[in-house]
């Protein structure tokens, strides 16, 4: 059951298939080019794995040379390219199409550099986003931006999503956290951007890199920013009687000027799949709940937590429960991290991420309610409230076209509601091709036309990531 | 003759830059004029934003506000002060360095991507700026980004525009996140440091949980123009604090106890602070009314210090730092030594240089801003071209 | 995530297994970072998510399996870390024990592979035959180097590596009974095992020394023969479930006989599979409960200490690198209870780096991948050694004999360091 069409293959490409094999096996090394297709199989897709196309090949290069050697030929003769990181894309990024070379940089995983003194970590773009933080935390540093899936992701599929996480509400997201990259460009050009000096004075190509979805180069090292780590740090979990009372606290949290490290909500359905997987000793009484992380000295975290539960209490807070140990905050965490894929043990599930401003939160949860409770499905619904970045969990048959269908068209009403209620599609899985055709909804066509404009400026003959973030119909012709 | 347009509505700007673009007349965009942009011919017409001026929508609770392109900075400031928030990047004021008047304006603070001493961990305008509207080369109106914290829905323009110093396009409307003003501050003094052991006091600053929200140099030949002197005699070395008064005690005492090793330590309260903060963000030592050479130069922080010391050598300057030694604003006595000084930011590990001021035969003489790579270079006018086909803004931005 | 079976193909009860198990699958990619062959090749064909789907797609098509699939599937180490990692409860150890059957089924080898299979099937778990291989081993030695040139022969270079160069005299844990020394507290089975005894017979005899110190009567019982994990990962099931019924009617015999408050497993990865038992035979109809019955009473050797409130003892200044077996920490969850067991007996504990990857040993792993392994055991050998150990302790032969080609901190088995601890005799390898 397909709703969501991929640009038709080019028959030029298909028919040279032999060559182009042929041509990438001498550019790379050996045991980096995937081509028999039985093997191509299981990169058909990623983390929305509804949709499945296999590729032509998968070229898995060691070096920027490599990248830039592919591109260059892929580029000579308008083969589609599609990079990939660790394939964990919610939105459908990383999904190939018949006629593309998939370029995956899951070789390139070393950490190129650490500088404690400027505070920075260069790292090539298929070192996963934790890794970076492993590798710092021993000597009191970490990286910020803590996608639940930082255990795979890799910081190059960070960079093209943009990727965010529960403690991006204090510390920002990717972009935020980001100070240079080395690129390869379509042609096979490699520039750097950014670096440790700030605020390059010309145009913010790294701002306007980051959250471009592969469709401007591939990136193949980053440089980030480290951050020391707090003194201390603590979740405590907020019971609510009603996804609407918490989701109305959130809102008076922050509107009080109150900015902890993480807001995080989970509903009823939410809490008892996170608790059977991580034990977390999460209440199970209540109809919603908050981790609310707060961090600093103990005098701090005092400070904050009882302004924090002050407010709570106006919302008639049930339950309010501090971790009692490193080891039950790390359990709170994982439960949390885990949700996505725990929801896998007791059904199928798309991920939504709209944005909303915190006002309307509850209202929103209240209409996504009603669509899911419309088109006869479940949610579960897990997310980071601070920032107002919503993830209802869509949960489905996979093996049941007609419930696939639902579950797809109530993800599509859900997303509609939130940029209805002034907010985006997305807040940090990316546009992908999952919500490619509903860019209309929130862009006019100038909107769309100025950002394909620049798109082009990059890539004018359309061929990195080419059925992603866009709308089908109405591209400039190329 | 130059004609001003100041357009009421998007509508009235679009229709100007499509008439300039039929009569092939450039156009310089233009805000509160408070810095001057664009330093070619003056056969030009002038597109300002003056008349589109108000904020739109402020909501406190949200901690985002929405506001018309020429709404003067200072209107921003009393209605966020009103409700103790700010803007979280310090955006600067430089007329008195400048030497120029006008009134900045909101759409020109994001222009130039202009950010002070708290850039260094609460991020640049560009960080704060969350969604845009603007005309196009082609008159049309566009809009990129939205008006939550996380927006980047496809590319993100709304960076781009960021600092694109009117070369793209008309903005129009800007939405931003905004941050409460910290309930108090305080400064960490360290006196008598030279450059280097500066450098090391800072990044072990800034190596501690204490959030230190501003770490600047201020050598000995600028520091008594600080604070109203109230600075300890020689070098200072300053830390700022900020947050809940309990918490910036309890962080104060931690980061002077591990300061203690590099210098004597001493402290500002908070209307110092405050007082030394803005001057440190707007080149007070440097406002001298000189059109003396200024530069603005970014490097790694390990890296400023070492900058100026190879330029001492062979150069007569002057200089103070701030992000963390990272921002190094100098002023030169005479020649603005652009290759020279390029030529060490290379040597040390790459960053920029920017001509901020200097005599009007200087500032033609030299490219004012930093050169860049041939492929950025290029990439960058692909884009612009992309914004404005037809070439009618003539703002600069780097390499173009 | 959506699988495609037909009713028919849905009949057999290996595929339906099969199926369930893909069914929980999210393909979110989390299993990929833990993954040791991935974290070494950087390929998704060689990451649980990319065998997972190739398992997925040669079973949905009822194809034999082709060379492709066999690759991959024949570099999984079945540490089973993906399956500690996944949050969504993938099942991956039966996934993939379907898949190496269906292979074994409908596969047929090159001929040096083949070989070298029969050869480790046939001398591996018959202990005899183990110790005339390695005396011959010891012979062979200096052909290793000309058989790592040799393509196709790198497994018999690896296997000569690996083989010890003094082969220990035999075994003292004998069948029989050995009596608890005072009181008696309890009465358990011991598993003699294949390998091991050949290997390293102070382990066994450690715990039984330990065991009856402690008030429980141990017995050894005759006619036992290997838990059939060797040939269970090679994908011979017949193989493996004929192991698997002989213990289970040894034990049984045990049971009936005087009673058993456990079976006590001292190598990790046959605990993994004696504990699957009850799995493995789930389709017999004569042996299902039987099965499940011994699967319930086997225990790590760690896990039924830590049941005995051993005292604190004095801190003995050794610090101990505590090297968890995948077969421990991901097959039966144990990850704590050895540090502290370790730790309640006066030992300094230090957990190294990267301790959820695995070592390269795996089974014969080491014999048929030898050059995985080998980066494996370099990456081991190197957290290890960066926690500054006196010692190296484990829980598994197997991880034993690769990690000490490796380095040269004595590795011993948890075992031996508790025996010692609590009354025995410091272990050889300590004395200097
Ligand atoms: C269970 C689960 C939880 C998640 N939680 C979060 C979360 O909390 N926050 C969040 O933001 N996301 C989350 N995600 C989504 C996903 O992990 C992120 O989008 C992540 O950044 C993708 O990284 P990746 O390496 O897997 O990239 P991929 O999925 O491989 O690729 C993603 C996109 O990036 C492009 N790309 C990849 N590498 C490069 C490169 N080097 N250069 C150019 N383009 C590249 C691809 O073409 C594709 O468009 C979650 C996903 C899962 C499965
Ligand atoms: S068992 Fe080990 S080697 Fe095999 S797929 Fe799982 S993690 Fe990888
Ligand atoms: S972690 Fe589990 S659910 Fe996720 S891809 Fe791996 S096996 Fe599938």
Redesign the interface.
Known sequence: MEQIGFLPPKPAVLSRRREIVGDLKDLLPEGCLVHEPRSLVPFETDAFVSYRRAPLAVALPETTAQVAAVLKYCHRYGIPVVPRGAGTSLSGGAIPQEDAVVLGLSKMTRILEVDYANRTATVQAGVTNLSISDAVSADGYFYAPDPSSQLACTIGGNIAMNSGGAHCLKYGVTTNNLLGVKMVLVDGTVIELGGKALDAPGLDLLGLVCGSEGQLGVVTEATVRLIAKPEGARPVLFGFDSSEEAGACVADIIGAGIIPVAIEFMDKPAIEICEAFAQAGYPMDVEALLIVEVEGSEAEMDGMLQSIVEIAGRHGVKVVKESQSATQAALIWRGRKSAFGATGRIADYICMDGTVPLSQLSNVLRGTAEIVARHGLRVANVFHAGDGNMHPLILFNANDPEDAARAEAAGNDILKLCVDAGGCLTGEHGVGIEKRELMRHQYTDADLAQQMAVRAAFDPQWILNPSKVFPLEGRPAV | MTIIHDPLSEEAASRIVRAAVAAATPLEIRGGGTRTLWSGSTNRDILSSAALSGIVAYNPAEMTMTAKAGTPLGDISAALAERRQMLAFEPLDLRPALGTSGIPTIGGVFATNASGPRRYVAGAARDSLLGVRFVNGSGEIVKAGGRVMKNVTGLDLTKLLAGSRGALAFLTEVTFRLLPVPETSATIVVSGLNDAEAAAAMATAMSMSVEVSGAAHLPESVCGRFAGGRLPAGAATVLRLEGLAGSVSVRSEKLQAAMARFGAVSSLDVEATVQLWREIRDVHPYADGTARPLWRVSVAPTAGHQLVAALRLEAGIDAYYDWQGGLVWLRMEADPEADLLRRYVKALGGGHATLMRASAEAMAATPVLQPQAEAVAALSARIKDKFDPAGVFVGAFAGA | ???NFTPEQLADPHVATSEKIL????????????CPT??T?????DSP??RI??IK?MLENGRPA?E??VT?IDRCLSCLACVT??????DYMHLVDHARMHIENTYRRPFKDRVTRNLLAAVLPYPRRFRLALRAAALGRPFAGLFRRVKGLAPFAAMLDLAPRQVPKSSGSRPGTHPSVGTRRGRVAILSGCAQPVLKPQINEATIRLLTRLGIEVVAPAAEVCCGALVHHMGREEQALESARRNVDVWLREIDNGGLDAIIVTASGCGTTIKDYGFMLRLDPIYAEKAARVSALAKDVTEYLATLDLPEQEPKRLTVAYHSACSMQHGQKITTLPKTLLKNAGFTVRDPAEGHLCCGSAGTYNILQPEISATLKARKVKNLEATTPDVIATGNIGCITQIATGTTVPILHTVELLDWAYGGEKPAMLVS
């Open positions: 995530m959506q699988t069914r929980k699958c999210v393909h979110c990619g989390f299993c990929t970072a833990t991935y974290v090749l950087g390929n998704e064909l998510r990319g789907y190739l797609d082709d492709e699939v991959h990692t996944c949050p969504s409860g993938v």
